[in-house]
């Protein structure tokens, strides 16, 4: 880490671009942004533990209570946030899944690959240590490196997700930073994304959307 660290500050214009290369490539999709990250952490000697990936101090935590916490923030967002935000309470983009066990086992695996692991890796731990490097540690460097990870994790679900999905993508953006900045712990944000997107694909499939959107506002 202190290597790559030494890169960043002789030469702020390597950690832009690098930044700027991780976010092209995920315009391929995350799993690509998350290979650009491995190839950068690759040919900097950067450690993967500069992104999260540490052993985490706690199991127990770090799985229970990473799924506990998942579905919790799923069904508050389902119940609450959306419908104040005035989002339908069906999920449009993915209706295809109501009742259809052949399209669990690929939605399954997208969720557990693409979203829970690879966008972590991209917008919680590349983009948060890259970001505190350039801009810095203090509280309003973090606030704006926070911000910026949202907004890109947010922008990367507006083509298949439409507006509302962009809009719950920078709630859950913002939340999964402050958790990553909390535990350091990449495979805990992780677990908490793959129960979030889990439980919302339980939901679809089971046909509960509209009873659970509905359960608190009506």
């Known amino acids: 880490m202190q290597a790559d660290q030494n890169i960043g500050s002789r030469s702020p214009f390597i950690g832009v671009l690098a930044v700027a290369l ?20 690759g040919l900097t000697g950067s450690p993967l533990s500069a992104i999260g990936f540490v052993v985490p101090r706690h199991w127990v935590v770090t799985v229970l209570g990473g799924i506990a916490l998942g579905i919790v923030f799923k069904l ?29 086992p690929g939605v399954v695996v997208t ?16 983009l948060l240590e890259r970001l505190g490097v350039l801009l810095g540690r203090g509280r ?18 507006y083509a298949d997700q439409g507006l509302f999905g962009t809009l719950q ?3 859950t953006g913002a939340v999964f930073a402050g958790l990553f900045l909390w535990r ?8 908490v994304h793959a129960a979030f997107d889990l439980t919302a694909v339980a939901l679809i ?8 959107a509905r359960f608190v506002i009506g």
């Not at 991780?22 to 952490?41: C, D, H, T």
């Not at 969720?111 to 590349?126: D, H, I, M, P, W």
């Not at 973090?142 to 922008?155: E, K, R």
């Open 22 to 41: 991780v976010m092209a490539g995920s315009l391929a999709g995350p799993v690509v942004g998350a290979l650009f990250v491995f190839a950068w952490a």
């Open 76 to 104: 508050l967002m389902k119940a609450v946030v959306m419908p104040l935000l005035g989002a339908p309470p069906i999920n449009e983009a993915y209706r295809y899944l109501s009742g259809n066990p052949a399209a669990l």
């Open 111 to 126: 969720v557990l690959v693409s979203a829970a692991f690879c966008e972590e890796v991209v917008y919680r731990g590349f």
């Open 140 to 157: 309003l460097a973090v606030t704006a490196a926070v911000a910026i990870s949202t907004l890109l994790f947010a922008a990367a679900h």
């Open 169 to 171: 993508a920078a709630v």
């Open 184 to 191: 350091r712990e990449l495979a805990f944000v992780m677990v």
């Open 205 to 212: 499939f089971k046909g509960w959307e509209v009873p659970v």
